[in-house]
T-cell receptor, first 114, second 115 residues
Framework: AQSVSQHNHHVILSEAASLELGCNYS??????LFWYVQYPGQHLQLLLK??????LVKGIKGFEAEFIKSKFSFNLRKPSVQWSDTAEYFC????????????FGSGTRLSIRP | EAEVAQSPRYKITEKSQAVAFWCDPI?????LYWYRQILGQGPELLVQ????????DSQLPKDRFSAERLKGVDSTLKIQPAELGDSAMYLC?????????????FGQGTRLTVV
């Protein structure tokens, strides 16, 4: 079955630390990839997306993600986090063959110490 | 900026009662999704519409859940009867049905508490 794995359930960092959140998916065909963010009390928002082309994707608020096809991974990174990055982060996959179906991972809660 | 509208924002209901949620997608978005998000977990797809047709309802508990999108625009998700385990956030999202642009836009959600 198609699935998305986020191995870090809760990450705690200090401000200015670097961030990397892991995401792996299980699907062998062509995929679209997404990272969504959910700030406390707010709805899910798109952080960045990969459809094709350069595997290093830049998103909003200084986030970026790298698609490594051979590893079925799409890890999220930020060189220096801020307190305002405290949120829940979800990786999601849309397999090309699944008529726009978007499958989400279980999420990673990021807590930033001021 | 166009948004996905959902109502109500919060709903408390007693178990065995019926409950319904409403969603109005972004204008022009033919694909509409209903997701359920249990606290501490990622969104789980319940049902996906393409215009008025159901594309995927494999994870919808059909003995108690139903969803419709009669005119291919707004949609209603119903639970009857509600059970304690149905307490969750119910999210609606919409997108353009284009393989090169399947980004889903989410509404604020309806938080359901079954007591």
């Amino acid at each position: 079955a198609q699935s998305v794995s986020q191995h870090n359930h809760h990450v705690i960092l200090s401000e200015a630390a670097s961030l990397e959140l892991g995401c792996n998916y299980s699907y062998g065909g062509t995929v679209n990839l997404f990272w969504y963010v959910q700030y406390p009390g707010q709805h899910l928002q798109l952080l960045l997306k990969y459809f094709s082309g350069d595997p290093l994707v830049k998103g909003i608020k200084g986030f970026e993600a790298e698609f490594i096809k051979s590893k079925f991974s799409f890890n999220l990174r930020k060189p220096s986090v801020q307190w305002s990055d405290t949120a829940e982060y979800f990786c999601a996959v849309n397999p090309y063959s699944s008529a726009s179906k978007i499958i989400f991972g279980s999420g990673t809660r990021l807590s930033i110490r001021p | 900026e166009a948004e996905v509208a959902q109502s109500p924002r919060y709903k408390i209901t007693e178990k065995s009662q019926a409950v319904a949620f409403w969603c109005d997608p972004i204008s022009g978005h033919a694909t509409l999704y209903w997701y359920r998000q249990i606290l501490g977990q990622g969104p789980e797809l319940l049902v996906q519409f393409q215009d008025e047709s159901v594309v995927d309802d494999s994870q919808l508990p059909k003995d108690r859940f139903s969803a419709e999108r009669l005119k291919g625009v707004d949609s209603t998700l119903k639970i009857q009867p509600a059970e304690l385990g149905d307490s969750a956030m119910y999210l609606c999202a919409s997108s353009i049905p284009d393989r090169a642009n399947t980004e889903a836009f989410f509404g604020q959600g309806t938080r359901l508490t079954v007591v």
